[in-house]
């Protein structure tokens, strides 16, 4: 007999193998004010209150413990990278990344592993991540510096192309030194466009595609919470397995603040004077506040595609092997209106190689293993005039570019487009960048 639920799973998945086009635009709309970002779908009344005072909360300056007629939105730090959502995702957007050698600019944060212990391991002195300002009376944790070393090399055609391989500077640590093996993970603020669409993608779909792959060994991020084993689909390394887990996280990680669900900051056992720092109230980052943040979060619109496209760009996009892990289409469910969205990817965790890898404090190339990037939203960046910062920490100046530091599973597919002449390379980026 046929199970009717597997059948549309795999008939929606076959569907989602074909290339979208931006006419394929659920989800999607017209950002004509970036300070005023759309949500997705029409909202009842309840509902657009609830995206609207999550967009306030977004755009809250937290202040420091104690602070007169703070209205709840105190408790910031003691150590942390930034005092609003919106000082690293600017409106939904991704973050701008360095422009040269320079300290690391707010939305590039250093977060902390390990090489061989689980996942979800800091640094045993300064947690899970490096914070650059501190609250007075304390002093941050650390600086950081980005510098970059310009690589060269050749198309098949001649043609010379150039890229920046970054070298990350920390000093002035104030709780001594980092652990010689901990691990360096550099990790730009990513776009927020879609999130709630891409909550909406069954889990038994991301397991499917990776049965059904080829050519390519991406893995699901199974991820283990509260007992339970989850599927972890956002992060630059599929971490979290909600927009709220997401939101929690950078909450205490990045902000200092406590939640109901992470009640604490990431001061250490060996960060005594911080963790004896007054706080906002327990929780500080009240529930009613973190439902209404992840509320615009969750219906946030991802912003329009160009409306002209070079015509053969979805084909090439095919032919160099793009889209067996940028897949245009994918599954959804209890979402009105739509049974397949456009995001570019496979929310499944690849190799892309040790140019990409992250490395030790002592510069050893760890295997790490990237999710998927959603490409959709990108044309937001090149209509704002911005410069690019694409890939994991920001090094890619270019779609150009963040293709040619693909390795490791997507190496085929590199390699074709290296081989394309100087227009069709032309033709795909530009398809991309109108994405």
């Given at each position: 007999t046929c199970d009717p639920v597997k059948w549309r799973l795999a008939a929606l998945l076959w569907a989602g193998a074909s290339v979208a086009t931006a006419a394929d635009g659920f989800g999607r709309a017209e950002f004509a004010d970036r300070r005023d970002p759309p949500p997705y779908t029409a909202l009842n009344a309840a509902q657009r209150e609830a995206y609207e005072f999550g967009h306030a909360i977004f755009n809250t300056q937290w202040v420091i413990a104690g602070t007169p007629r703070a209205g709840r939105r105190d408790g910031l730090g003691p150590l942390f990278n930034a005092a609003t959502c919106d000082g690293c995702h600017n409106e939904g957007a991704r973050a701008q990344g360095a422009s040269g050698d320079e300290p690391a600019p707010i939305g590039l944060v250093v977060q902390l592993g390990s090489p061989t212990a689980q996942f979800d391991v800091g640094d045993p002195v300064y947690g899970h991540v490096l914070n650059t300002s501190a609250i007075e009376g304390y002093a941050p944790e650390a600086r950081v510096r980005m510098r970059y070393i310009e690589r060269a090399g050749r198309y098949a055609d001649g043609a010379a192309w150039t890229l920046?391989?970054?070298?990350?500077?920390?000093?002035?640590?104030?709780?001594?030194?980092?652990?010689?093996?901990?691990?360096?993970?550099?990790?730009?603020?990513?776009?927020?466009?879609?999130?709630?669409?891409?909550?909406?993608?069954?889990?038994?779909?991301?397991?499917?595609?990776?049965?059904?792959?080829?050519?390519?060994?991406?893995?699901?991020?199974?991820?283990?919470?509260?007992?339970?084993?989850?599927?972890?689909?956002?992060?630059?390394?599929?971490?979290?397995?909600?927009?709220?887990?997401?939101?929690?996280?950078?909450?205490?990680?990045?902000?200092?603040?406590?939640?109901?669900?992470?009640?604490?900051?990431?001061?250490t056992a060996a960060q005594s004077e911080c963790r004896k720092a007054a706080d906002g109230g327990k929780p500080e980052a009240t529930d009613e506040f973190l439902a209404a943040l992840v509320s615009f979060q969750q219906w946030l619109a991802v912003p329009a595609a160009s409306a002209s496209?070079?015509?053969?760009?979805?084909?090439?996009?095919?032919?160099?092997?793009?889209?067996?892990?940028?897949?245009?289409?994918?599954?959804?469910?209890?979402?009105?209106?739509?049974?397949?969205?456009?995001?570019?990817?496979?929310?499944?965790?690849?190799?892309?190689?040790?140019?990409?890898?992250?490395?030790?404090?002592?510069?050893?190339?760890?295997?790490?293993?990237?999710?998927?990037?959603?490409?959709?939203?990108?044309?937001?960046?090149r209509r704002s005039g911005r410069a690019w910062a694409l890939l994991h920490d920001g090094r890619a100046r270019s779609v150009e570019e963040a293709v040619l530091w693909h390795d490791g599973e997507a190496a085929a597919a590199r390699r074709r487009f290296e081989k394309l002449d100087a227009s069709r390379r032309q033709r795909l980026s530009s398809w991309v960048e109108g994405l």
């Open positions: 920046r391989a970054p070298r990350i500077e920390i000093d002035a640590l104030a709780y001594g030194a980092l652990a010689r093996d901990t691990l360096i993970k550099p990790r730009l603020a990513s776009a927020l466009f879609g999130v709630g669409l891409l909550q909406a993608v069954p889990d038994a779909a991301i397991v499917e595609i990776a049965r059904r792959q080829a050519g390519v060994e991406g893995q699901v991020a199974w991820r283990e919470v509260n007992g339970l084993q989850r599927v972890g689909r956002f992060g630059w390394q599929a971490d979290a397995v909600s927009i709220e887990d997401q939101t929690t996280r950078a909450f205490s990680r990045e902000m200092g603040l406590g939640s109901t669900q992470i009640p604490h900051d990431d001061c496209q070079p015509q053969d760009g979805a084909a090439l996009f095919v032919a160099t092997g793009c889209a067996a892990c940028h897949r245009p289409q994918l599954p959804v469910e209890n979402i009105v209106g739509a049974e397949m969205i456009a995001p570019y990817t496979d929310l499944l965790l690849h190799d892309l190689g040790a140019g990409l890898a992250d490395r030790t404090l002592g510069g050893k190339p760890v295997t790490s293993r990237w999710r998927t990037a959603p490409l959709w939203g990108l044309n937001h960046v």
